[in-house]
């Protein structure tokens, strides 16, 4: 690959404008879309795997190292290179047990005997891949561009800090809730013990107060803290609340990226992989349509 000067993410991503973001995120989508009708999982998409200059309105997705080639007639995955250079192995043998982190309640721990791909950066794994399904497609890529968006939204970098697979469902149940997790683990007949009941938050205000983090001195989803006038599922302060069902207004007024972005972030950050949109499908969104 010849060289490419690019910028760092880390650099720009919580300064970009409505329009850098619209450009940034078409030019990711049109990039998996063009791998997607290969039949290949690029598998490790993250910031640092597309890079971006700026200056030149350049973008090329990188490494596919991780890639895998979709086998149409097995309807199975191959690796399309015999290494995997990145920080995990590659479609090992599983016989992990698949748990949740969760620390309220105890967990029964299940043994499961069957391959699943899982190659990837921590943080970017969808419910799928956490819960070590089988036939992943390649929705696996549009959730990984779904958590890079939250950080673009959220100003926060790496957005999910997961130390393992089981952390990680414990991070996406706190968002996303417990019930949306249940019913994809069902879906796709993976056996995963959830005893911990979560409502899911409001993806826009979860992103905006992230934002303002610095200003408000408020800490997102913390465990701790059980005072009366906090939120009993966010822990915000009731007026502050950032879950979905909140019976407060918010004013959305002053945020500079519109609705719409958030409800293509909702699609992309769909639980259930059969439901998730397509990266063909999010480049006709209405965030799309319109010039910033
Ligand atoms: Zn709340």
Not at 158 to 178: K, N, Q, V
Not at 257 to 263: G, S
Request: a negative charge; hydrophobic letters at 30%.
């Amino acid at each position: 690959m010849p060289y490419m000067r690019y910028d760092r993410f880390h650099d720009y991503f919580y300064k970009m404008s409505v329009k850098d973001l619209q450009e940034y995120m078409e030019n990711l989508l049109i990039a998996l879309k063009r791998v997607h009708e290969f039949n290949v999982i690029h598998r490790d998409v993250k910031p640092c795997n597309f890079l971006h200059d700026r200056k030149n309105h350049k973008f090329s997705l990188v490494d596919f190292g991780s890639a895998q080639a979709l086998d149409k007639e097995s309807d199975s995955l191959k690796s399309t290179s015999n290494e995997h250079p990145s920080d995990e192995s590659n479609s090992k043998p599983n016989d992990e047990e698949v748990t949740c982190d969760d620390k309220n309640e105890q967990s029964t721990p299940i043994k499961k005997e069957i391959p699943a791909a899982r190659a990837g950066t921590p943080g970017y794994r969808p419910t799928e891949v956490l819960l070590k399904y089988v036939n992943q497609t390649t929705a696996v890529d549009c959730w990984a561009a779904g958590v890079i968006l939250t950080s673009i939204l959220s100003g926060r970098y790496p957005f999910f800090e997961s130390r393992d697979d089981s952390h990680a469902l414990d991070e996406i149940i706190t968002i996303f809730g417990d019930e949306m997790v249940r019913e994809t683990a069902s879906v796709l007949r993976r056996n995963v013990p959830i005893s911990r009941k979560k409502r899911p938050l409001h993806l826009r205000k979860l992103c905006i107060c992230m934002r303002n983090l610095q200003k408000i001195q408020n800490i997102p989803f913390s465990d701790n803290d059980t005072t009366t006038s906090n939120c009993d599922n966010c822990h915000q302060l009731l007026f502050n609340c950032l879950c979905q069902d909140s019976e407060y207004n918010t004013d959305f007024s002053n945020d500079i990226y519109p609705a719409n972005v958030y409800d293509l972030l909702g699609k992309l950050l769909t639980i259930n992989p059969h439901n998730r949109i397509s990266a063909q499908d999010a480049l006709q969104h209405p965030f799309f349509q319109e010039a910033y």
